[in-house]
Structures are given as C-alpha cells and as structure tokens.
C-alpha cells in the first residue's frame, strides 16, 4: 500500500492561520542579548529565561559589560537557571571572545557563531533567523516533536530533522514555520497528552491519524463478587 503522501502546503497554511503572530518569545533588544538569551534557555523555558534576564540586561547588555566579572559573581545573575555553572562559565568566555575579535558584535555567520562556547546549531539558528532575517529552522525539542508527528521529519536525528524540514518547507517559511511549530508544541501539541482531538491539523497528522487506527482497548471487566458463604444457626 503506497504512503499517504503529506499535505504539507495545508499543514503550513493552517499553522499560519492558527499563529500569525507567532514570534520568539525571548525577550531581546539586540543581537548581543539575544544571544544570551538563548544561551540560557537550554533546558529552560523563554519565561524563567525572561525573568532572569530582566533585571540583569539592566547592568549587562553588551559584551565588555561582562568582563570584569567572575564566574562567581556571573553564576549570582543567573543560578535560578538549569546548568547555571555550566552557563556562566560558556557566556564569560564567549563575550571575551565577542570583544576582542568581533569589537563586541554578534557574528553573522554558522561557522563563527557555532564556535562560541555554548552556542550549538540551534543557537546559532535562533539569532541569524531572529536578528539577520537570515532564513532558518531551529530545532528545538517543540519543531522536533511536532516536526515528526506531523510527518513533516521522520528521524529521532536533530540535525537530521532540520534537514528533512528545509527541503520540505519553502526557504521563505523557515523562519516563520519555526515558530509555528514552536507554538503549536506550547499550546496543543503538547509532549504528553497532545490535544489531538482539539486540533485543527488532526486530519493532517501522521501522529493522530495513526492514533485514531489504533483498535480501543475493551474495557476489563469486573470481577464477580464471591457470594457470602452462609453461617449457621447458632445451636442455643
């Protein structure tokens, strides 16, 4: 039997119309804070991310505002934060590194914001697409869940998955599409108990036309009740 072929242009169609607002719910003024940003959100979300940042994009929002302090006192900034050490650490170096090669500016290109301590493929996604305009998918757990239940991807690869989105997402929607399908993820698509019966790409989806196959489980039934064994009559 031949694969049921993908209607990807109604899927994209839909999301849109589901989010036309959707955008990086980081908050940000700069590419440089930006970075930061999504530095910290690694096993975070954009809300503890904000209110994090917050108050210390008051005091910190450019490289050399970074170094003069010690990883100590950069670990204060933002230990409510997972991997807070780890973190602190990666961004001092980083915007030591922003300062005396780049003259404090946020580098335009993969290669030389993937070889800042701390920023992977998806970082380095996240501020050329959010602060260039440069088209791109980053993919994070979201785009990676809802990519593959859609049937947009079909890989447990990361790099693998962004692949699969760009060849069949149009150039001109990456971005756009990256944030469909992280809202998407946040409001209905959920990792656990997606709201397939809620959602408008229902009839689209790999995921929930393969659950709405899937034969109901019978409800077992209830054990009978043993009959109360009869006590004799007492003999006076």
């Given at each position: 039997m031949a694969q049921r072929?993908?209607?990807?242009?109604?899927?994209?169609?839909?999301?849109?119309?589901?989010?036309?607002?959707?955008?990086?719910?980081?908050?940000?003024?700069?590419?440089?804070?930006?970075?930061?940003?999504t530095i910290l959100s690694?096993?975070?979300?954009?809300?503890?991310?904000?209110?994090?940042?917050?108050?210390?994009?008051?005091?910190?929002?450019?490289?050399?505002d970074y170094l003069h302090l010690t990883q100590e006192e950069m670990e204060e900034h933002i230990k409510g934060l997972g991997l807070y050490k780890n973190k602190?650490?990666?961004?001092?170096?980083?915007?030591?590194?922003l300062y005396e090669k780049y003259n404090s500016e946020v580098p335009q290109t993969h290669k030389e914001l993937e070889a800042l301590p701390g920023v992977g493929r998806k970082t380095a996604n996240v501020v050329l697409s959010n602060a260039y305009g440069v088209p791109a998918i980053a993919v994070d757990t979201h785009v990676f869940r809802v990519g593959n239940r859609l049937g947009l991807a079909k890989s447990d690869n990361v790099d693998e998955v962004e692949r699969q989105l760009m060849k069949h997402i149009p150039r001109e929607k990456w971005s756009d599409a990256h944030h469909w399908l992280i809202w998407h993820g946040r409001r209905i698509c959920s990792a656990?108990?997606?709201?397939?019966?809620?959602?408008?790409?229902?009839?689209?989806?790999?995921?929930?036309?393969?659950?709405?196959?899937?034969?109901?489980?019978?409800?077992?039934?209830?054990?009978?009740?043993?009959p109360k064994a009869k006590t004799k009559a007492k003999t006076p």
């Amino acid at each position: 039997m031949a694969q049921r072929k993908v209607p990807v242009e109604e899927i994209l169609d839909t999301l849109q119309q589901l989010y036309p607002d959707a955008h990086c719910e980081l908050n940000y003024t700069s590419p440089f804070e930006l970075l930061i940003a999504t530095i910290l959100s690694a096993q975070c979300t954009d809300k503890r991310v904000n209110e994090i940042t917050a108050p210390m994009f008051e005091k910190l929002n450019k490289p050399e505002d970074y170094l003069h302090l010690t990883q100590e006192e950069m670990e204060e900034h933002i230990k409510g934060l997972g991997l807070y050490k780890n973190k602190s650490k990666n961004i001092l170096e980083t915007c030591r590194i922003l300062y005396e090669k780049y003259n404090s500016e946020v580098p335009q290109t993969h290669k030389e914001l993937e070889a800042l301590p701390g920023v992977g493929r998806k970082t380095a996604n996240v501020v050329l697409s959010n602060a260039y305009g440069v088209p791109a998918i980053a993919v994070d757990t979201h785009v990676f869940r809802v990519g593959n239940r859609l049937g947009l991807a079909k890989s447990d690869n990361v790099d693998e998955v962004e692949r699969q989105l760009m060849k069949h997402i149009p150039r001109e929607k990456w971005s756009d599409a990256h944030h469909w399908l992280i809202w998407h993820g946040r409001r209905i698509c959920s990792a656990r108990n997606p709201q397939c019966s809620q959602c408008p790409l229902q009839t689209m989806c790999k995921h929930a036309i393969a659950e709405g196959k899937k034969p109901q489980a019978k409800p077992k039934a209830k054990p009978k009740a043993k009959p109360k064994a009869k006590t004799k009559a007492k003999t006076p």
